[in-house]
């Protein structure tokens, strides 16, 4: 009997979640994240689940890990010492980014903040053109004096973008074989190695967070690897940006890979369940205390971006904001806007409500925590409104003061707007609801996709709370509520395959390109991939190679990437690429134009070593009836209405609940509002629909 | 608008229904911007975003602006107006109007307004306008950015006219439009994009008509502004009260008049009043319109004051941009002057070029009676490359159009930012490999100029400089810059920041001067030199920190040290 194991860690809970391979039963544990020493609440909190489960360590097939060390060293700023060697001429691209401000209006913004200051950007002579032919040749005499220079500065990395390295990377390679030579120990990182891509500021700055996070990456995970080895446990895997899991060696070698890896690993849950109940369409919801993150999953594939910045002021992927650090590198295609169960609700100055995007966090949280939080925030909204326990939640172990909320909400939204707490309650959930929807409008709408083809699955802490009203705003029919929604993540580190995602850009016009030159290039990639999968110990018989490709037309900007059929590429398989793309853009976009030439910029490759498919369950300890208590809550359009309070862990296969309902469980609280109705299945899934006659 | 109506609370609308509402206004006008960056031909579009985009009443004024460029602020109104006053009893759904007239609320004739009545089951709900600039619109010199003495020199010049009826392009228009711009097929791309990004945003205001009600969306609308009035008027009444002048030279229109060696400056004068919680500025005493480009439409101006009164007033960003924000401030000036021009004088430069110096400029005359809340000139110029010909590598027709960010000045508690879009710009640069990849040119070098933020207690930010080889044939170059003459202003007791310049390096080594303004060869080979401005700083430079001064020479912003700082 083999288990699996994943472990989040969040900013409040680190969770372990374990599913046994053989029947799909899974598990979970929670320990408190140790932020001084992340590792220590990984290695406590495994404790916990083997112990609880009785997992033999022997047993254990898989062990992976989403990490947030990337984004938390360059959010503190607390990454390597790290020098970059630039083009001559060109040292300063890092600081002069694209040169617009994050904020239009702000007199008092700061400058965005160069992980690399100038002192230690250095230059070297040589110049490739935009033909990939070489200008000036490499000053091989200047690399004694940088050497000398980059050991006076006592770096702890180094990182490497010339220009045009995308075209012809000789320069890049010669000059990073005589810096590895001559700084041994100290990690060097070259953009043709990074992202051999177009766009010399994004690939200097993805470059540049590699080398910075690098060394803090491989100390935690070095570290980490042991504690495990010791446990008895197998190789630490981890989880990539784009949903799959590669091991240690290969997450220190592109270190950005990993730097979504917690985001995705709920949307590969989402794409588990969706797998077993045979729904390929999905929508995935998660949210917690501070954010909401809302993923696309079509014909049961997720849905890729090479669109993102670490440490902006806002990663609502409509428009990236220029504030952080952009990596270009695919990450899933998430919507996350800055509403949780914390979002705190005021009233502005001309007398509005809003709500966010300040969060009371984790600490001094809601008022009804009464952990000191004197601004009433969503979470208290919810509990004034009857959706949430209003004497205690996670099972007892939280008590709740009522009364607090109550006052906080008549104090700072109820007196200056004249109206009760409650009004103001259902004031703030609509207001926050709205803006969450905007998130799956997102990715829905604006891409070209009708919400209600589509299935919403909702989880984290606070996803179930609001599914349903989310919901009814798009028009999706159906919410699926899995499982341990606030551990739900966890789930999709072990529902996963083994992946990596390669890229080479050409940056031609398709027609200019034989087939069989591009064909070419596929197989270079495909033979990257098979090394990465052979070194993982993954059996050649479970290797897949998805082939794909970055168009766009020729004179726009912004890319479509559009999937190569299986099977031989030819001639008429590029034609066939030229009008996927065409269609492409008419579905997102709404026109399209046949007679404009299509532009190849990136060919991708994704190499995945397939693990065995999952099929969890969840059995709840306990049968009997679900009800356990009816209290009022209050919902838009009927008003205050007593309604049934069921108890998750004794609803069996055949539950079926009328909303409107409340469902608790340990982590969660479902609602059902009327107008809804939900039912329970045998893996413990529960399905809310609308129903048909209203 | 009278006193009454502007201070009543949220009477007709509920308030939740109002932000929510008003929330997915200005998505959807964020939504138009992405619709427009992914689908764009040119540069200047998909690369650097030098467009807004809008939405407006059934009376054209401007309910929600994306997160777009302040130039636009206050001009796109009267371009949607024109529109309207023109069709307003035969508009019908499908119908898209196109027009970049300056004396029809235009800005200058590049700058493309495509306006998109939006319609819900046969009532119409308001107007959709995407003001992007083209590269090119025609005229003797490719980018349009050649010194002539009149509008008619400056390119094709479209009064508001039918583009599509009924969903249905009318291709003769059409036609005559890209018959008189270079690189027409790319014009069609951008123009196919500005289309589609209305066409997203009117698909979004009827389904909020759907679901609130076509009369409900049209008040709310109303009210959105009346919020953002109240907040607005709510804010000013909270800062100081006070009176201010302030006046700056430009360096020049561009034309070298009959009995001149140079080009000649000229003066803006502005007087700031602010009273309670309203606001009045006022330009007499500027002097009369030049005959070059250099002459601003009194909306262009008017868009520089409220640029900076948006950053002094609301730097939080709680007020939402719209019409409704600017009805506290009263901008006026004479008639014929360089700030309020009349037809037929051209217009080109002076759309960024004043609106920039009147938003610099409104920080200075405020600067003695709200200190804390002003900073000092930032690079104050667009700083505008254009090269045109033919690329040798593909026999194709090229025009490229690049403006150069220099510093952002000091502000009354920090340094200014070095190299980043300030006031009303905030387009983005072209990437290096993009731009050679497009087009026939070199970039030697791109990098922060040392020692040009000007010193004070606060540093203003350094600019760059920047150079272009001309590859393997002759381009036709234009330029448009400023401060060469006047460097950007410190505050305060700050200096100045280091002046603009720009020559032409020959291929035999030669060093040519090149006007500020207007268009030149650039010979095979040759290279532009360019510098674009520092900016000035705020405060005694005496009481500068030591340890900045320290942290500036480490990192060699600044290359000369200052003794005997008492900060």
């Known amino acids: 009997m083999a288990w699996r194991l994943g472990v989040d860690i969040g900013g409040t809970f680190t969770d372990v979640a374990l599913v046994n391979d053989a029947d799909g039963t899974i598990g979970i544990a929670k320990t408190s994240t140790t932020p001084r020493n992340f590792g220590q609440g990984v290695i406590t909190g495994l404790q916990q689940a083997i112990a609880s489960y009785n997992v033999p360590v022997d047993d254990v097939s898989l062990l992976s890990h989403a990490t947030t060390i990337v984004t938390n060293a360059v959010l503190e700023q607390k990454g390597a010492r790290t020098a970059l060697i630039s083009t001559r001429g060109f040292r300063d691209l890092l600081e002069l980014r694209r040169s617009a401000r994050s904020d239009l209006y702000d007199l008092f913004q700061d400058a965005p903040i160069s992980l690399v200051p100038r002192h230690r950007r250095l230059e070297v002579t040589e110049r490739i053109d935009a033909a990939g032919a070489i200008v000036t040749p490499l000053a091989e005499s200047e690399i004694a004096d940088l050497v000398a220079t980059l050991k006076k500065l006592e770096v702890e990395a180094v990182a490497v973008t010339l220009l045009f390295s995308f075209l012809n990377d000789s320069h890049e390679r010669r000059l990073g074989e005589a810096l590895r030579a001559a700084l041994p120990g100290i990690p060097v990182f070259l953009s043709c190695e990074v992202l051999p891509e177009v766009r010399e500021f994004e690939r200097t700055s993805t470059t540049v967070v590699c080398a910075y996070v690098g060394p803090i990456l491989e100390s935690y995970l070095t570290q980490l690897e042991t504690a495990v080895t010791d446990l008895g446990l197998p190789n630490l895997h981890i989880m990539g940006s784009t949903g799959g899991v590669f091991d240690v060696k290969e997450a220190l070698r592109i270190p950005v890979n990993s730097i979504e890896s917690g985001p995705a690993a709920g949307v590969i849950a989402a794409q588990l369940i969706g797998s077993q109940i045979n729904e390929p369409d999905l929508i995935s919801f998660d949210m917690g205390g501070t954010t909401a993150k809302a993923s696309l999953i079509r014909d049961g594939e997720i849905e890729i971006t090479a669109e993102y910045e670490v440490g902006g002021s806002g990663s609502q992927n409509r428009w990236v904001t220029g504030t952080g650090h952009p990596i270009r590198v695919p990450v899933i295609d998430l919507a996350e806007v800055s509403a949780g169960g914390g979002s705190i609700a005021w009233v502005d100055p001309a007398g509005s409500l809003r709500v966010g995007p300040g969060s009371a966090g984790a600490e001094p949280g809601p008022v009804c925590y009464g952990q000191g939080g004197t601004e009433p925030t969503v979470t208290d909204a919810n509990l004034v409104l009857g959706y949430l326990d209003a004497n205690s939640l996670l099972d007892g172990d939280l008590p709740i003061d009522y009364n607090r909320a109550v006052q906080a909400l008549e104090e700072k939204i109820g007196n200056p707007m004249n109206m009760d707490a409650q009004t103001a309650a259902a004031a703030i959930r609509e207001i926050v609801n709205n803006g969450m929807a905007e998130a799956l409008r997102i990715v829905s709408i604006e891409r070209g996709h009708d919400p209600r083809e589509f299935c919403l699955v909702a989880f984290g802490g606070a996803g179930p709370l609001h599914a349903a009203a989310l919901a009814e705003e798009l028009e999706i029919p159906r919410v699926i509520v899995p499982p341990i929604p606030g551990g739900f993540s966890a789930l999709g580190l072990v529902g996963t395959d083994v992946r990596r995602d390669y890229a080479r850009t050409l940056y031609q016009p398709l027609s200019d390109l034989a087939a069989q030159d591009i064909s070419a290039v596929w197989s270079e990639l495909i033979t990257e991939g098979k090394k990465m999968l052979k070194e993982s110990g993954i059996p050649a018989s479970r290797w897949q190679f998805h082939r794909s490709a970055d168009l766009r037309y020729t004179r726009q900007a912004y890319e479509l990437n559009v999937t190569a059929d299986e099977g031989e590429f030819t001639t008429t398989t590029k034609d066939q690429l030229a009008d996927k793309f065409h269609a492409r853009h008419e579905q997102t976009y709404g026109h399209q134009n046949l007679n404009e030439p299509v532009h190849l910029v990136t060919l991708r490759l994704t190499a995945v070593g397939k693990l065995d498919r999952l099929e969890i369950t969840h059995h709840p300890d306990t049968v009997g009836n679900s009800e356990k208590s009816r209290r009022s809550a209050w919902f838009a359009d009927v008003g205050a209405v007593e309604c049934a309070v069921h108890d998750r862990n004794r609803l069996d296969a055949t539950s079926q609940l009328t909303g409107p309902a409340i469902v608790e469980s340990l982590d969660s609280t479902l609602v059902i509002p009327p107008g809804w109705s939900a039912s329970n299945d045998h893996r413990g899934f529960i399905t809310m629909e609308r129903h048909h006659n209203e | ?567």
Not at chain 2, 158 to 179: F, S, T, W
Not at chain 2, 211 to 231: A, F, H, N, P
Request: proline letters at 7%.
């Open chain 2, 1 to 567: 608008m009278n006193e009454q109506s502007v201070y009543s609370p949220l009477e007709t609308t509920d308030r939740v229904t109002f932000e929510v509402v008003k929330n997915s206004l200005y998505k959807a006008a964020e939504e138009m911007k992405i619709v427009l960056a992914k689908t764009a031909y040119s540069p200047i579009l998909k690369v650097a975003g030098d467009y807004s985009c809008g939405i407006f009443d059934q009376s054209g004024s401007m309910v929600a602006q994306g997160p777009d460029l302040p130039i636009h602020l206050g001009s796109m109104p009267d371009a949607v107006r024109a529109v309207i006053e023109k069709f307003k009893h035969d508009a019908t759904e499908g119908d898209v109007f196109i027009h970049n007239d300056p004396y029809f609320g235009g800005s200058h004739l590049p700058d493309v307004n495509v306006v998109t009545p939006a319609f819900y089951l046969g009532a119409i709900l308001g107007w959709t306008c995407v003001r992007a600039h083209w590269p090119d619109i025609g005229s003797a010199t490719p980018g349009s950015y050649g010194a002539v003495t009149d509008i008619y020199g400056e390119g094709l010049r479209m009064p508001p006219i039918r583009l599509y009826h009924a969903g249905k392009v009318d291709q003769n228009v059409e036609d005559l439009i890209l018959a008189n711009v270079r690189t027409p097929d790319e014009r069609l791309g951008d123009l196919r994009a500005q289309v589609a990004a209305n066409h997203r945003a009117c698909r979004r205001l009827a389904t909020l008509a759907g679901k609130y009600g076509v009369d409900s969306l049209t008040r709310i609308m109303q009210e959105v502004m009346d919020y953002s009035e109240r907040l607005m008027r709510l804010m000013l009444s909270e800062l100081p009260d006070g009176e201010g002048v302030f006046s700056d030279f430009c360096d020049g229109d561009g034309i070298i008049e009959d009995g001149e060696s140079e080009d000649a400056t000229f003066t803006i004068r502005m007087r700031v009043r602010k009273h309670g919680d309203s606001l009045e500025v006022d330009f007499n005493g500027t002097d009369p319109a030049v005959s070059g480009p250099f002459n601003a439409p009194l909306s262009v101006t008017a868009s520089g004051v409220y640029c900076s009164l948006k950053m002094i007033v609301d730097p939080n960003s709680l007020i939402p941009a719209n019409s409704g924000a600017w009805r506290p401030i009263r901008v006026s000036a004479p008639p014929g002057t360089v700030v309020n021009a009349q037809f037929p004088s051209p217009v080109v430069y002076a759309n960024h070029e004043i609106s920039h110096r009147v938003a610099d400029m409104t920080f200075g005359a405020m600067a003695d009676f709200m200190p804390e809340n002003v900073m000092a000139c930032s690079q104050g110029t667009s700083g505008i490359i254009t090269l045109g010909g033919l690329d040798p590598r593909n026999g194709q027709r090229y025009v490229s159009y690049e403006t150069i960010k220099g510093g952002l000045g000091a502000r009354p508690n920090k340094d200014g930012i070095n190299v980043v879009a300030s006031g009303i710009s905030n387009t983005m640069n072209t990437p290096i490999e993009i731009l050679e990849l497009s087009f026939p040119v070199r970039v030697d070098y791109y990098e922060i100029t040392p020692d040009s933020g000007g010193r004070g207690k606060y540093r203003g930010g350094c600019g760059a400089r920047r150079a272009w080889t001309i590859l393997d044939h002759d381009s036709r170059a234009a330029v448009c810059l400023e401060h060469t003459q006047s460097p950007p202003f410190g505050i305060r007791g700050g200096e100045a920041g280091a002046p603009a310049k720009i020559s032409l390096k020959l291929q035999d080594g030669t060093i040519r001067p090149l006007l500020t303004k207007g268009g030149f060869n650039a010979p095979k080979g040759s290279q532009i030199l360019l510098e674009v401005p520092g900016a000035g700083g705020y405060g005694d430079p005496g009481e500068r920190d030591s340890a900045a001064h320290e942290s500036d020479l480490l990192e060699g912003y600044v290359t000369v040290r200052d003794e005997g700082l008492t900060g």
